[in-house]
C-alpha cells in the first residue's frame, strides 16, 4: 500500500510541534484572513509569503504555514457572508444567498456551524481525492514533452481567462500583460538583458510577488477608499450558538454531492473555487426543484456552496501540485511560494521532495480537523474580529505589505513597482478586466518561453511539432474550447445576484 | 465606452512599443531555432489585437468614482510613494506612524482615531515584526535617532523584554537554511 506508507512519512513530518504550531497559527490567521471583508485568500497568502520567506522558515515548514492559511481563509470567507451579506472572499458569493436570509430568520448559529460542517465534509473530501488522484496524474505527467506543457499552459490561460471575464479580449489582454512583463530582464537562453530599457533594475526581471502583492493587496487599498470602507456593520443578532444536529443529517447527500461536484471544477485549470461553489449551488437547486425553497434562507443552499468552495479549493491544489498549473488565483500564488522556496511543482516533486508532498497533504488533514474545532466552538471570537474597524484593518494591512515586499529586497525601487502595480490592478478591475491572467502570465511566462523554444529546438524549427503528439492535440482543442465556449455559455451560467436588503 | 478605448488605445500603443522593444534583444551564443526576439513578439501581437476588440466593440463604462473620491486616491498613492522613499532614510516607526494615520484619517475622517491608529499601528506592528517574526527591521535610523528621545530607549526594553520572553520558551524550533 503505496498510499499508507507515504501518509505515514507525511503526518511523521507534520505531526512534529513545529509544524502542527504552524498549522494552527495558520488556520487561526486564516479564518481571520477569509472573515474580513476585502482581505480574501489571495491578498492574505500574497502579503504573508514575502514574511514567511523573510522569516527563514524552511520549505516543508512554510508551505504547511500557507497552506493552513489557504485552508482557513476558505473558512472564513462563509462568516462575513452570513452575518453581514458581503462575501469574504469571492467564492463565498454563493454562500450568501441562503445564509444571509437564514441569519435575518435569526438562526445565524446555526448557519455558521452548517457551513463550517459543511466546509469541513468538502475539504476532507477534496484532500481524499488529492491523495487518490494526485499521485496518478503526476505519472501521467512524466509523458509530457515542451510540446505538451506549451499546451498546457495555453489551456489554463483560455480557461482562467474564459471563465473570470466577461469578455474575452479583456481576458486575453490580461495574459499578454502578464506575459510581457514575465519576459523583462535577463534571457535564460541566451544570458542578455531584454526590454529591460536600459534600467538597471530591470535587469533581475519583476519580482512576481512584488507584482502580485501590488495587484492584491495594494489595489484593494484603494478600493477601500473608494468605498469609504462601508458596510461593515453586523445586521443581524449572534446568539447562543448550538449545534443544529437536524440540519446536517439533513444536508449530509447535499454536502456529498456538491464536493463531488467542487472537487472536479477544482481539478479543472483554471476554474477554481468560484466556479466550485456556483456549479454546487446550481445543481442542488436544480435538484431540490421550485419547492426547495433556495434563495430563502434553508439548510441545503448554505451547505452545498460550502462544501463546494473548500472541496474545489482542495482540487485546485492537484493541477497546481502535479503539473504546476495553478487552478484559481489562489493556487496561483501558492506557485509563487513554491517558486521563492525554490521547489518545482510538477511530476518530478513526488519522486524527488516526496516529504514536501506528503507532509502537506497530512498537514491538510491536519488543518482540515483544527478547522472544524476552531470555527465551531469559538466561531464567536471571529465574529468579534469581524467587528474591526476599517481605519484600523486597512492602515495595517498595507503596511504589512510594505514591510514583507521591503524586507524581500531593501529597495525603495520594489515598492514603487509595488504601487504602480496597486493603480494598475485599480484601473484593471475597474475595466472589468480581470487579474488573475496577469499574475498567471508572470508566473508561466518564462516556462512557457522555454517549453515553446525548447520545442523548436526538439523539432528543429517545425512548427507542426507543438501538435506532434495526441496529448498535446487534445490540450490544444481543450484549451480553444475553454476560450470560445464561454461566450455562448454566458448567458446560461449566468451569475445569481446577492440578495438585497 | 470611452474608457474601454481610451485603455485600448493606450495598450495598443504600449503593444507597439514592446514589440518595437523585443526587436532590439540579441542573440546569444547558443542557437535556437527561434531566439528570444520571437516570443515577446507574438505577445504584443497578440495584445495589439486585443486593444483593437477593446477599440471596436468597448463594454459600457464603469462607474467611476466622483472626483473628490479620485483625489483622496490619487492622495493615497502620494502618500505610500512618500513612504516607499522615506523607509530607508528613517527606519520603520517614524514614516509608518505618519503614513498610516493619513490612510486612516481618510477613512474615518476623524483626527483623534487616526493619530492613535498611526501611532499604535507604527508601535505594534514594529514589535510583531521585529521581535515575534524576527524580521530584520531598522526601527529608528542612526541618522533619525537623535531627534526622537524616547522611542531608542524604548526599544531597547521592549526588545530585552522579548529576548527574555523567548529564553523561557523551549526551543522547538528547527534551525534555519542559513543557520551554521
Known amino acids: 500500500m503505496d498510499i499508507i506508507s507515504n501518509l505515514a512519512l507525511g503526518f511523521s513530518v507534520a505531526l512534529s510541534p513545529f509544524t502542527l504550531g504552524l498549522a494552527v497559527i495558520g488556520c487561526f490567521l486564516g479564518t481571520i484572513i477569509g472573515a474580513l471583508p476585502g482581505l480574501g485568500p489571495s491578498n492574505g497568502v500574497a502579503i504573508l509569503i514575502p514574511i514567511t520567506f523573510t522569516m527563514g522558515l524552511d520549505a516543508t515548514s512554510a508551505l504547511v504555514l500557507m497552506t493552513a492559511v489557504y485552508y482557513g481563509a476558505m473558512y472564513g470567507g462563509r462568516i462575513s457572508s452570513i452575518l453581514l451579506n458581503i462575501p469574504g472572499d469571492e467564492p463565498a458569493l454563493m454562500t450568501t444567498l441562503d445564509g444571509y436570509p437564514m441569519a435575518k430568520q435569526g438562526r445565524a448559529g446555526d448557519a455558521l456551524v452548517l457551513s463550517g460542517v459543511a466546509s469541513f465534509v468538502g475539504a476532507l473530501f477534496a484532500t481524499i481525492g488529492l491523495i487518490l488522484l494526485a499521485p496518478f496524474l503526476a505519472r501521467l505527467a512524466y509523458q509530457f514533452g515542451p510540446a505538451e506543457y506549451f499546451a498546457l499552459y495555453l489551456l489554463a490561460f483560455c480557461t482562467l481567462g474564459g471563465m473570470a471575464s466577461n469578455n474575452q479580449a479583456k481576458a486575453a489582454m490580461a495574459s499578454c500583460l502578464g506575459l510581457a512583463i514575465a519576459m523583462i530582464g535577463v534571457d535564460d537562453n541566451s544570458g542578455l538583458p531584454r526590454l529591460t530599457g536600459g534600467n538597471l533594475h530591470l535587469y533581475d526581471g519583476i519580482d512576481f510577488l512584488v507584482a502580485i502583492v501590488g495587484l492584491f493587496a495594494v489595489a484593494e487599498v484603494f478600493f477601500f477608499l473608494e468605498g469609504h470602507g462601508r458596510g461593515s456593520s453586523i445586521g443581524v443578532k449572534l446568539e447562543k450558538v448550538r449545534i443544529p444536529w437536524a440540519d446536517i443529517v439533513a444536508t449530509k447527500w447535499t454536502m456529498l454531492r456538491a464536493s463531488g461536484v467542487g472537487f472536479v471544477a477544482g481539478v479543472l485549470p483554471g476554474a477554481g473555487a468560484s466556479l466550485g461553489s456556483f456549479l454546487a449551488y446550481m445543481s442542488e437547486k436544480s435538484i431540490a426543484g421550485e419547492k426547495g425553497g433556495f434563495g430563502t434562507g434553508v439548510a441545503k443552499g448554505v451547505a452545498a456552496p460550502e462544501a463546494g468552495n473548500n472541496s474545489a479549493a482542495g482540487g485546485a491544489l492537484v493541477p497546481m501540485l502535479t503539473l504546476g498549473v495553478p487552478g484559481s488565483g489562489t493556487t496561483a500564488v501558492l506557485l509563487a511560494l513554491l517558486m521563492t522556496l525554490n521547489i518545482t511543482p510538477g511530476p518530478t516533486l513526488f519522486t524527488d521532495r516526496p516529504e514536501v508532498v506528503w507532509g502537506l497533504i497530512a498537514s491538510l488533514l491536519i488543518a482540515n480537523v483544527v478547522l472544524l474545532l476552531m470555527n465551531v466552538p469559538m466561531v464567536k471570537i471571529f465574529v468579534k474580529i469581524l467587528m474591526v474597524q476599517p481605519w484600523i484593518l486597512l492602515p495595517g494591512v498595507t503596511m504589512i505589505s510594505f514591510v514583507g515586499i521591503y524586507s524581500l529586497s531593501g529597495s525603495y525601487f520594489d515598492l514603487l513597482l509595488m ?45 507542426t511539432y507543438l501538435f506532434s503528439s495526441p496529448i498535446a492535440v487534445g490540450l490544444w482543442i481543450a484549451a480553444i474550447a475553454g476560450f470560445v465556449a464561454p461566450m455562448f455559455l454566458r448567458n446560461i451560467l449566468a451569475r445569481p445576484q446577492a440578495v438585497e436588503d | 465606452m470611452a474608457s474601454d478605448r481610451i485603455f485600448g488605445l493606450v495598450m495598443l500603443f504600449a503593444a507597439a512599443g514592446y514589440i518595437f522593444a523585443a526587436q532590439q534583444a540579441q542573440s546569444g551564443f547558443m542557437s535556437d531555432p527561434i531566439g528570444p526576439r520571437a516570443f515577446p513578439t507574438l505577445i504584443g501581437v497578440v495584445a495589439a489585437i486585443c486593444s483593437l476588440f477593446m477599440i471596436l466593440r468597448p463594454d459600457p463604462d464603469p462607474d467611476w468614482p466622483a472626483f473628490r473620491t479620485l483625489l483622496s486616491i490619487a492622495f493615497a498613492v502620494v502618500v505610500l510613494i512618500a513612504y516607499a522613499y522615506s523607509l530607508k532614510p528613517l527606519g520603520f516607526i517614524i514614516p509608518t506612524m505618519f503614513a498610516a494615520g493619513l490612510l486612516s484619517y481618510q477613512l474615518s475622517e476623524r483626527p483623534l482615531a487616526a493619530v492613535l491608529a498611526g501611532i499604535g499601528l507604527a508601535l505594534g506592528l514594529f514589535i510583531l515584526f521585529k521581535f515575534v517574526l524576527d524580521l530584520g527591521l531598522v526601527g529608528i535610523s542612526e541618522k533619525a535617532s537623535p531627534y526622537v528621545p524616547f522611542l531608542q530607549p524604548m526599544i531597547d526594553v521592549v526588545g530585552s523584554f522579548f529576548g527574555w520572553l523567548g529564553s523561557l520558551l523551549p526551543d522547538f524550533r528547527p534551525a534555519r537554511a542559513g543557520d551554521t
Not at chain 1, 484601473?427 to 488573475?436: H, S
Not at chain 1, 496577469?438 to 517545425?462: K, P, S, T, W
Open chain 1, 419 to 463: 504601487i504602480g502595480f496597486g493603480v494598475l490592478g485599480y484601473v484593471l478591475r475597474k475595466l472589468d478586466i480581470p487579474t488573475v491572467p496577469v499574475i498567471l502570465g508572470i508566473l508561466l511566462g518564462g516556462e512557457m518561453e522555454g517549453a515553446i523554444r525548447n520545442a523548436m529546438v526538439l523539432g528543429n524549427g517545425d512548427w
